[in-house]
């Protein structure tokens, strides 16, 4: 899977995406950090890249509707600590190898996922 980690993700995201197997790029990785959130949308949507994110901004629908994306997947924890989010992110990595968030906006939460299509 080709992912867009945002400059909000710890930078180990990237290691653990590509040593699974996917294609990781980084906000940062490509000279985009500050870029407005429309910005980092079309950079996704034109490079088929599934953006993962904190950035709650992305969780708006109306804004992003998820059909239009390859996906979108928006975290929403209570603890934003590194800890935490890397023992989520390794854990999002393991679903998706069963599953596909393409067209959808998965909202990952302490004990739930929301998916939207």
């Keep these: 899977m080709r992912v867009k980690l945002d400059e909000n993700l710890p930078v180990q995201f990237k290691r653990l995406f590509t040593e699974s197997g996917h294609e990781a790029d980084t906000v940062l990785d490509e000279n985009m950090g500050g870029a407005t959130d429309a910005e980092i949308a079309a950079t996704c949507l034109a490079e088929g ?9 992305f969780a708006d629908i109306r804004a992003y509707p998820p059909s239009e994306y390859p996906g979108i997947v928006v975290f929403r924890l ?4 590194r800890g935490q989010l890397l023992q989520v992110g390794a854990a999002l990595i393991q679903t998706l190898a069963r599953s596909s968030p393409a067209g959808q906006l998965w909202v990952i939460e302490d004990a739930r996922v929301r998916i939207r299509e």
């Design 78 to 81: 209570s603890s934003q600590g």
């Design 49 to 57: 890249r599934v953006l993962v994110t904190q950035d709650l901004d």
